[in-house]
Every structure is written in C-alpha cells, then in structure tokens.
C-alpha cells in the first residue's frame, strides 16, 4: 500500500480506491487515459479524498502508486480481472491493469469502503450464445465497498445485468439521474431500464451504507449518476454505432476479456472521439461524487473504513 493511502487510513481520512484499465490503452486512447487519471485525482483531491489507484507491478499488487509509477500504468497492455491476480502476482506480471473485479478486491483487502470507475461490466447481449458476464457483478455483491459509476457500457445488456444485480443482492441507487433513467455510460439515459431507487446526496447513500451494514449485509452498495449533461453523447445517437461494433467484434472473432476494449475502441473511432471526452468526463465526475461520499463516511465516524465494514 502507498504511504499517503495507509496514513489516511489509519486516520480514518477519506480514501477512493480507482481500478487502472480504465486509464490504460485498454480502456482509453493515449493521452485521455493520463487526461481522465489527471481529472480523476484533481476532483478526489478537492473533495478532500486521498486517491488510491490499484494495479499490479512487477507481481505486487498496489493500492496507491506515485506520479512516477503512472507512464507504467497508463502503459499496461494487459487487465486482471479478481481472479487473475493470484496468478499475475504468482507469475510476477510486470504490468497488469485491474479491472472492477480486480480493484474491489484489492480495495476490500485494504479497507477501503468508496471505489470509482466509468462504467461497470455486465452481462454481455450475447450471453445466450457465450455465457460472457463481467465478474464485475459478483464482486459488487462479494466486497463491502461503495461503488460509483455511470452505469454500465451501453454495448451490454442493461436489463439483464440490472435483473442479475437484483439476484445477487447487490442494492442500486440513482444519484442525479434523468428522471430515474438508469446512465447509458456515455449517454444519460439508456433507453428504457430504471434505476431501482434514487438518493439526493452523498450523505444519503452512507445512509444506505450504515443501513445495509446493521441489517447484516456483506457486501457493496452501486451508485449509478449520469455523465454531465453537456459532455453526453445521446443514447439514440449510439445505438446504430453500437450495434456496428458488436456485429465487427463477433465478425473477427473476438473473446473474453479481449471484447471490452475492442468494442470501446471501434465506438470511439465511429464518433469521432465524441466518447472518448464523454468517457474523460464520467470518469472525473463519479471521482467527484465518490470522493464527497468519502467525505461523508469519514466524517460520519472517524473510523469511516471499519465502520463500512463491520
Ligand atoms: N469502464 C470504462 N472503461 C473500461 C472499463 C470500465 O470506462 O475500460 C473496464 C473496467 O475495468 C471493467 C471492465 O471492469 O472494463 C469490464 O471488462 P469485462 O467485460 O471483460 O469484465
Ligand atoms: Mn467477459
């Protein structure tokens, strides 16, 4: 762990654990990776929260990295997703993004109750035929960490990965969605699912988090807030393009792990980078917003870290 991550843990001072692919070629194009990591950091600082970003190097698993370190981060041409890192680190991967999975339990294992990301994964709309559902979902219900996303990438089959967020018990609440509309990620609506319930603040979802904890609950809370409305690229938009780069990946035969940053890739080239800044700025938003339920946590008891976990 990072010296300034494990200092303001054993304060009991705000901390945000980030995954890393999002930042790396794997999620975003060179440069808005480092843009996004910049943001992401800025908008955690002012929100008084110490930012942790999680990955693996040289077969460590980190919690926290230095300025130093980033060009290596941004650099990594490989992701982990939970049950990769016993392996990367077994096998000493030099560099290995985190995924969702990854980071949450990395996070867990830290004491770290508030993560960040862009967009969760989720059931994939081939699932019929490939059985392809991101272990992001069941590492949602596994670990006691606060999740704050724009929902999930709008290339997956939003209702199914809500119905099977319900069956795993995972709770899901809207903060400063459009009229409940559950965030289509890069758009603010995503056409039809509805976020199960919504909250007004920060210090509301710790309320669900206390909540969730003294009625025995074990694992996380998702929090789903939209892309800043003038940064979105609206859903309708999307669909055709959408429906092009899923057709492209299944035509070259892509698979696994391998599908997300394939399709990612093809939907930022047909909009003229138009999602990739809509990416930058989800990105820096859901920071802000996990850094200011960071704050409330920690200032509701100033052992904020155990008090989500116990
Ligand atoms: N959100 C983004 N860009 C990304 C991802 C999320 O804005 O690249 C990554 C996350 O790391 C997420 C992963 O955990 O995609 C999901 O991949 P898969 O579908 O293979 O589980
Ligand atoms: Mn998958």
Redesign the pocket.
């Known amino acids: 762990m990072a010296a300034p991550v494990a200092a303001a843990l054993a304060d009991g001072r705000p901390v945000v654990a980030l995954?890393s692919?999002?930042f790396s070629r794997?999620?975003?194009p060179e440069g808005a990776g480092a843009e996004a990591r910049r943001r992401a950091d800025a908008a955690l600082r002012a929100a008084g929260a110490v930012p942790a970003l999680t990955i693996v190097l040289d077969g460590v698993a980190r919690v926290g990295v230095d300025d130093a370190e980033l060009p290596r981060v941004l650099a990594a041409s490989r992701?982990v997703?939970d049950r990769d890192l016993p392996v990367a680190v077994a096998q000493r991967w030099p560099a290995a993004a985190?995924?969702?999975?990854a980071s949450l339990a990395l996070a867990a294992a830290a004491g770290i109750g508030v993560f960040a990301?862009?967009?969760?994964?989720g059931v994939?709309r081939d699932f019929a035929a490939t059985g392809d559902e991101?272990?992001?979902l069941a590492a949602l219900a596994r670990h006691p960490v606060v999740t704050v996303c724009a929902g999930a990438?709008s290339f997956l089959d939003l209702g199914r990965t809500l119905e099977r967020l319900e069956t795993l018990g995972v709770p899901v609440v809207g903060l400063g969605t459009d009229g409940g509309a559950f965030p289509g990620?890069w758009s603010r609506r995503s056409g039809g699912p509805v976020v199960p319930h919504d909250v007004s603040s920060p210090e509301e979802v710790v309320a669900v988090v206390r909540a969730a904890r003294v009625l025995g609950y074990g694992g996380g809370v998702l929090v789903v807030t939209p892309v800043p409305e003038g940064d979105e690229v609206p859903f309708d938009e999307l669909g055709p393009v959408v429906d092009a780069a899923l057709a492209e990946a299944a035509a070259a035969g892509v698979f696994?792990?391998a599908?997300?940053?394939f399709v990612?890739g093809r939907i930022a080239a047909a909009t003229g980078g138009r999602t990739v800044a809509a990416?930058v700025a989800l990105?820096e938003h859901n920071a802000a917003v996990a850094g200011a339920i960071a704050a409330a946590l920690a200032q509701e008891d100033p052992n904020g870290r155990r008090q989500i976990r116990t």
């Not at 985190?98 to 999975?101: E, G, K, L």
């Not at 990301?117 to 994964?121: E, L, N, S, Y």
């Open positions: 995954e692919t999002v794997l999620g975003l992701k997703a985190t995924t969702v999975s990301t862009g967009g969760i994964g994939h991101s272990a992001d990438k990620f696994g792990g599908v997300t940053p990612l990416n990105v």
